[in-house]
């Protein structure tokens, strides 16, 4: 079965640092890959996807992800943190399996930006 | 505000009851899915259901069912409810089930089982 795996559980920077968050997934195909960002009471909101083409994709908010296929990852990235940027991070992978198209989501990775 | 709405925003109730959640859709959205997010579980997929039909099952209980009505909106039945269904609810919808489509997320609804 696909699994979605991000390495950290809780990142705490300061503000301007930089954040890479880690992502591997298990699934050997053709997958779409996701990031989805939870504000504090607050439900999920794509932050960016790849689908094809353009391995480094940008996304909202000065968030970016690079796909490297040869390593299964999708790890996101941001050259400089806000505070306003404290929040859930989830990955996700989707493949169609069976006729039906699932989305399989990462434990998420807390990341606390202290001002 | 990603268009997908959720009702109610919050549910306590006790054991052993029954309790449905309600979903609307983004306006022209066919597919609608269910996740349950729990501290211990994290995000799971439940359901999905696409014009009417269900589509795909994850991880969800026999106590738990859905469906999805002709105006499209969809609505998840909990019964049976156990102290460990405490847990945050949402609703996503896409346009319908390509592989390269993009699920937006509702609100959820925080149930609380006591």
């Known amino acids: 079965a696909q699994s979605v795996s991000q390495h950290n559980h809780h990142v705490i920077l300061s503000e301007a640092a930089s954040l890479e968050l880690g992502c591997n997934y298990s699934y050997g195909g053709t997958v779409n890959l996701f990031w989805y960002v939870q504000y504090p009471g607050q439900h999920l909101q794509l932050l960016l996807k790849y689908f094809s083409g353009d391995p480094l994709v940008k996304g909202i908010k000065g968030f970016e992800a690079e796909f490297i296929k040869s390593k299964f990852s999708f790890n996101l990235r941001k050259p400089s943190v806000q505070w306003s940027d404290t929040a859930e991070y989830f990955c996700a992978v989707g493949l169609e399996e069976a006729g039906s198209y699932q989305l399989t989501f990462g434990k998420g990775t807390k990341l606390s930006v202290i001002p | 505000d990603s268009g997908v709405t959720q009702t109610p925003k919050h549910l306590i109730t006790a054991t052993g009851q029954r309790v449905t959640l309600r979903c609307s859709p983004r306006s022209g959205d066919l597919s609608v899915y269910w996740y349950q997010q729990s501290l211990d579980q994290g995000l799971q997929f439940l359901?999905?259901?696409y014009n009417g039909e269900e589509r795909a099952k994850g991880n969800i209980l026999e106590r738990f069912s859905a469906q999805q009505f002709p105006d499209l909106h969809s609505e998840l039945n909990l019964s049976s409810l156990e102290l460990g269904d405490s847990a945050l609810y949402f609703?996503?919808?896409?346009?319908?089930?390509p592989y390269t489509d993009t699920q937006y997320?509702?609100?959820g609804t925080r149930l609380t089982v006591l």
């Open chain 2, 47 to 49: 359901i999905q259901y």
């Open chain 2, 91 to 97: 609703c996503a919808s896409s346009v319908e089930t």
């Open chain 2, 105 to 107: 997320f509702g609100p």
